[in-house]
């Protein structure tokens, strides 16, 4: 009897490619598969720095492929409601420590190993210029001079520690005047999507829409008058003036038809 036809000989040999084939990786890791998902907070923080606009998000970044994931860029791609086109990039990444607090790691310091998990906040901001971020920080240095002036000023038997004081009005014209200049968030329905660029895999996408009304810039107006007082400026915002958003999917909300009688 041949060989090939000695059903002792094929158990051995198959016996063999089974033990052989165990010791490597499962045949679903031969090839490159790039699977990034990205979930996102139910809401954003609009930020409004003197006018210069950006965002704050919790996300989540969850490597299911089987290859490590490099993050390179982070974009937040916004389309508003005239059909204006803009990109905001975040330079940090903010994540909440076992201990208690937080940490801020550069964007480009996430690496994730399959299965790995990622979760924290990320604050996507607009391109400033040199010259915006010149003017910015002379605002910041001015109010806040004009504010500690007065209080230095103000004799020791009139000084209330807890009433608020407020810079020269000249002062404060400054920063309304570069506010009015550069703020640029629109009423209405706006389309954006998330995307984080890799070294080695591409981009992942992940689209998400929302709605500025009235109220939330009636609350951005209520955080103008602050300035005076330095809120805003070289002081965060007061809690209550901090404004936030719902986020919702892409085309979550279909328009109402009406039909003519």
């Known amino acids: 009897m041949s060989w090939y036809k000695n059903s002792s000989v094929w158990s051995v040999v198959i016996a063999g490619l089974a033990i052989a084939l165990s010791q490597f990786p499962p045949v679903s890791d031969w090839f490159p598969n790039f699977d990034l998902k990205i979930k996102y907070g139910d809401r954003l923080q609009l930020n409004n720095a003197i006018g210069l606009s950006g965002f704050n998000i919790n996300l989540?970044?969850?490597?299911?492929?089987?290859?490590?994931?490099?993050?390179?860029?982070?974009?937040?791609?916004?389309?508003?409601?005239?059909?204006?086109?803009?990109?905001?990039?975040?330079?940090?990444?903010?994540?909440?420590?076992?201990?208690?607090?937080?940490?801020?790691?550069?964007?480009t310091s996430l690496e994730l190993t399959p299965g790995e998990r990622w979760a924290g906040n990320v604050f996507f901001n607009q391109i400033v210029s040199p010259g915006q971020e010149e003017e910015f920080n002379r605002i910041r240095l001015l109010v806040s001079k004009s504010i500690t002036?007065?209080?230095?000023?103000?004799?020791?038997?009139?000084?209330?520690?807890r009433a608020l004081v407020a810079a020269d009005e000249s002062v404060v014209k400054k920063a309304l005047e570069f506010f009015e200049k550069n703020f640029s968030f629109e009423k209405g329905r706006h389309e954006a999507?998330?995307?984080?660029?890799?070294?080695?895999?591409?981009?992942?996408?992940?689209?998400?829409?929302?709605?500025?009304?009235?109220?939330?810039?009636?609350?951005?107006?209520?955080?103008?008058?602050?300035?005076?007082?330095?809120?805003g400026i070289y002081l965060p915002y007061l809690p209550n003036k901090v404004v936030s958003v719902k986020v919702?999917?892409?085309?979550?909300?279909?328009?109402?038809?009406?039909?003519?009688?």
Do not use: C
């Open 248 to 261: 919702r999917p892409k085309n979550a909300i279909q328009p109402t038809a009406f039909s003519g009688g």
């Open 193 to 231: 999507r998330i995307v984080v660029k890799t070294r080695n895999n591409g981009d992942a996408v992940q689209p998400l829409e929302y709605t500025l009304y009235e109220f939330h810039f009636e609350m951005i107006r209520a955080q103008v008058a602050d300035y005076k007082y330095g809120y």
């Open 60 to 107: 989540e970044l969850e490597n299911d492929g089987n290859t490590v994931v490099e993050v390179e860029k982070l974009e937040l791609h916004v389309k508003e409601p005239s059909g204006a086109e803009k990109i905001y990039y975040a330079e940090t990444l903010t994540t909440p420590k076992t201990t208690g607090g937080q940490v801020s790691l550069p964007v």
């Open 149 to 161: 002036d007065r209080i230095q000023n103000t004799p020791w038997e009139e000084y209330n520690p």
